[in-house]
């Protein structure tokens, strides 16, 4: 199962896995019947979640109802707990929106939800990121993971982030980490072998490796760039029913509200 999964991860282009994997993951889901964990995107118990990875799959990671892994859900708990996401109207802008969250946020927030995507089919708005088609001071949240491996300029697209946000919002903006972390971000644009970015990278279609330094880059931007750890807050038994990297911090970056005069 770890081969066949981590072969279509790695072979079959994104937008055409999110379209099609759905149901067959939802069949395979009864050979999975349990309560060893839960998923609190979408309330379903198995006895084990998929293993997820392109080279060394982790085990445990997928949802096979909602496709959430343990980024989405350490995501969902912090939205739930810890903001006021799910119990006010909020004018959010999710990029490169994931399925487990699609349908569930726009219940929430409406026609005030936009989701955005360079080539995603799913997406409402065809946006590149270096260039957000939407007013200054128009979003309370802005949901960016693990897209700014992928972009030209991470600063350049945090900054647009950072315009759009209004006066006090927020963003969430994961990125991935892989070991060894470096104590700099690299990047190096004359890696163009598929095989040598992905050695280099973690996966050929990254452009940096992001290294320690990832909060600073987010301060650059000019957010206020906030590491925070409330998964390390949860107890262990939390922890492992919904399936989470106790390791997992949240990369927030806040809008600066203008000083009072």
């Not at 279509?8 to 993951?25: A, T």
């Not at 996401?85 to 969250?101: G, N, R, S, Y």
């Not at 990125?175 to 050929?204: C, H, L, M, W, Y």
């Not at 990254?206 to 320690?212: A, I």
Request: net charge positive.
């Amino acid at each position: 199962m770890k081969s066949v999964i981590a072969f279509l991860i790695r072979y079959v282009p994104r937008k055409y896995l999110q379209r099609l994997s759905g149901l067959g993951l939802k069949v395979m889901g009864i050979f999975y019947r349990g309560n060893n964990v839960e998923c609190p995107v979408c309330n379903h118990s198995y006895s084990k979640f998929l293993p997820y990875g392109r080279i060394n799959p982790r085990p445990n990671a997928l949802c096979l109802h909602c496709l959430s892994l343990e980024r989405h859900r350490l995501i969902w708990l912090y939205l739930k707990e810890k903001t006021n996401f799910f119990t006010a109207k909020l004018d959010v802008l999710h990029i490169a929106p994931e399925p487990c969250f699609m349908r569930r946020f726009e219940k929430q927030h409406g026609e005030k939800y936009i989701t955005a995507d360079i080539e995603s089919p799913l997406a409402k708005v065809k946006m590149d990121i270096h260039q957000i088609p939407f007013p200054e001071n128009h979003f309370d949240v802005v949901l960016c993971n693990h897209v700014l491996e992928h972009v030209a300029d991470d600063i350049k697209a945090m900054s647009e982030i950072n315009r759009v946000l209004k006066p006090g919002g927020w963003a969430i903006m994961q990125v991935p980490f892989f070991d060894p972390v470096p104590e700099v971000t690299f990047e190096d644009a004359s890696i163009t072998n598929p095989r040598d970015r992905e050695k280099v990278f973690g996966q050929d279609d990254h452009v940096r490796k992001f290294g320690k330094d990832y909060a600073h880059r987010i301060q650059r931007s000019g957010l206020n760039a906030e590491e925070n750890d409330f998964v390390l807050l949860l107890p262990d038994k939390i922890a492992k029913r919904y399936g989470l990297q106790k390791s997992e911090i949240l990369y927030l970056g806040r809008k600066k509200k203008p000083d009072p005069k």
